[in-house]
């Protein structure tokens, strides 16, 4: 009929699983919460965790497979520092971590063959080191080569383990330029569910300086990861993107512990955002969900640096040598705020505004302690 208004989720979606170490599990719940809802997507997309999980996935493991082999997951399975490696090689030595414990664990769970074999469209996202630029597997020109090569390279953060050579490139995680690489994934799809689980939110992270280079090189990943995702966010110009932020940021990107809780948060933040969805991605374009918020700022704790003024000319003025918010409440989706985390002081604040007009503040763009 026309002009009769759709809803809920178009028949060609892609899905975008990006990186955040084994945050990622929360993959798995968003994974569950699509196939209760009969969600089947056209294309998926991975970097790092998010490549590996989607690869499984395609492969045909189960959802139930996928979170036993996640919740039985330990340390030793994966990080086996590399010994010999640093004693025989030191400073020319290619990573603190053995290659083999993580390519057993990509071949367990990643199909084999090439991209060519496989019966739904994979896109696995790295970055050539030597030439600088993105490179997909699985796209046109890139779809030659073997699924586990590209999904091992993609794991690969620089440092912690070796690259991968692919056809002539090597490859290490895609994260290090897109940690969700949601454009790449939105050419001839009506929409895009990206999921965001390691790089907009960042917990402070308290005495790094005394937690020795892997830590410190892995907080600086971090920040560049989330300065990243916030200005391809920003920018978004392609079909309607639904963004899933499961409330896994205090976690951290390396924790055993916590993985039942990833998966849950994983299903519960999917959950909330599918039912929700309405006709919103039928629209032409942008970012949702959208929510009205309110601004504040604590004028006796803002030291007038001006930073979210020139951010944010939209939103924030100066007053008096302060920042003020404009008037009135904003209509933000989760790609916005990005200049909050950015205050010297945290003197800005975000209240969400729900249908009943109860207001709390979002921990989004909070900064809190590990």
């Given at each position: 009929m026309?002009?009769?208004?759709?809803?809920?989720?178009?028949?060609?979606?892609?899905?975008?699983?990006?990186?955040?170490?084994l945050?990622?599990?929360?993959?798995?719940?968003?994974?569950?919460?699509?196939?209760?809802?009969?969600?089947?997507?056209?294309?998926?997309a991975?970097?790092?965790?998010?490549?590996?999980?989607?690869?499984?996935?395609?492969?045909?493991?189960?959802?139930?497979?996928?979170?036993?082999r996640?919740?039985s997951?330990?340390?030793?399975?994966?990080?086996?520092?590399d010994?010999?490696?640093?004693?025989?090689?030191?400073?020319?030595?290619?990573?603190?971590?053995?290659?083999?414990?993580?390519?057993?664990?990509?071949?367990?769970l990643?199909p084999?063959?090439?991209?060519?074999d496989?019966?739904?469209?994979?896109?696995?996202?790295?970055?050539?080191l030597?030439?600088?630029?993105?490179?997909?597997?699985?796209?046109p020109g890139?779809?030659?080569?073997?699924?586990?090569?590209?999904?091992?390279?993609?794991?690969?953060?620089?440092?912690?383990?070796?690259?991968?050579?692919?056809?002539?490139?090597?490859?290490?995680?895609?994260g290090?330029?897109?940690?969700?690489?949601?454009?790449?994934a939105?050419?001839?799809?009506?929409a895009?569910?990206?999921?965001?689980?390691?790089?907009t939110?960042?917990?402070?992270?308290?005495?790094?300086?005394?937690?020795?280079?892997?830590?410190?090189?892995?907080?600086?990943?971090?920040?560049?990861?989330?300065?990243?995702?916030?200005m391809?966010?920003?920018?978004?110009?392609?079909?309607?993107?639904?963004?899933?932020?499961?409330?896994?940021?205090?976690?951290?990107?390396?924790?055993?512990?916590?993985?039942?809780?990833?998966?849950?948060?994983?299903?519960?933040?999917a959950?909330?955002?599918?039912?929700?969805?309405?006709?919103?991605?039928?629209?032409?374009?942008?970012?949702?969900?959208?929510?009205?918020?309110?601004?504040?700022?604590?004028?006796?704790?803002?030291?007038?640096?001006?930073?979210?003024a020139?951010?944010?000319?939209?939103?924030?003025?100066?007053?008096?040598?302060?920042?003020?918010?404009?008037?009135?409440?904003?209509?933000?989706?989760?790609?916005?705020?990005?200049?909050?985390?950015?205050?010297?002081?945290?003197?800005?604040?975000?209240?969400?505004?729900?249908?009943?007009?109860?207001?709390?503040?979002?921990?989004?763009?909070?900064?809190?302690?590990?």
């Open positions: 026309i002009g009769e208004r759709r809803s809920g989720i178009p028949p060609r979606v892609a899905l975008v699983l990006g990186g955040g170490g945050k990622g599990f929360a993959h798995i719940g968003v994974l569950r919460a699509l196939e209760e809802r009969g969600i089947r997507p056209a294309v998926i991975g970097t790092s965790i998010g490549a590996l999980i989607g690869a499984a996935y395609v492969r045909g493991l189960s959802i139930e497979q996928m979170e036993l996640a919740l997951l330990r340390k030793p399975d994966l990080f086996r520092v010994h010999m490696g640093m004693m025989m090689r030191r400073m020319l030595a290619r990573a603190l971590y053995l290659e083999q414990p993580l390519q057993d664990i990509v071949d367990s990643a084999e063959g090439t991209f060519r496989l019966p739904i469209r994979l896109l696995v996202n790295t970055v050539d030597e030439r600088g630029n993105q490179v997909t597997w699985g796209l890139l779809q030659d080569v073997r699924v586990t090569d590209a999904v091992y390279a993609s794991c690969a953060l620089p440092g912690f383990f070796p690259p991968r050579t692919i056809a002539g490139r090597t490859c290490v995680d895609g290090v330029m897109e940690n969700t690489p949601a454009m790449v939105s050419r001839d799809v009506d895009v569910i990206a999921v965001d689980v390691g790089s939110s960042l917990t402070a992270a308290r005495r790094i300086r005394d937690k020795g280079f892997a830590a410190i090189f892995m907080r600086s990943a971090q920040v560049m990861m989330r300065s990243l995702q916030q391809q966010l920003a920018s978004w110009s392609g079909p309607p993107l639904l963004l899933v932020r499961p409330p896994v940021w205090k976690y951290s990107w390396f924790s055993f512990a916590h993985t039942r809780t990833m998966i849950d948060a994983g299903y519960t933040a959950c909330e955002v599918l039912d929700n969805v309405g006709d919103t991605l039928y629209a032409t374009g942008g970012v949702y969900p959208r929510r009205h918020v309110v601004v504040a700022v604590d004028r006796a704790r803002c030291t007038g640096c001006g930073v979210c020139t951010l944010a000319p939209d939103v924030m003025r100066m007053d008096g040598g302060k920042a003020t918010p404009m008037d009135g409440p904003l209509e933000w989706s989760r790609a916005d705020g990005a200049f909050v985390t950015e205050c010297p002081v945290q003197a800005i604040t975000v209240e969400t505004i729900e249908a009943d007009g109860q207001k709390h503040r979002t921990m989004e763009y909070r900064v809190v302690g590990d």
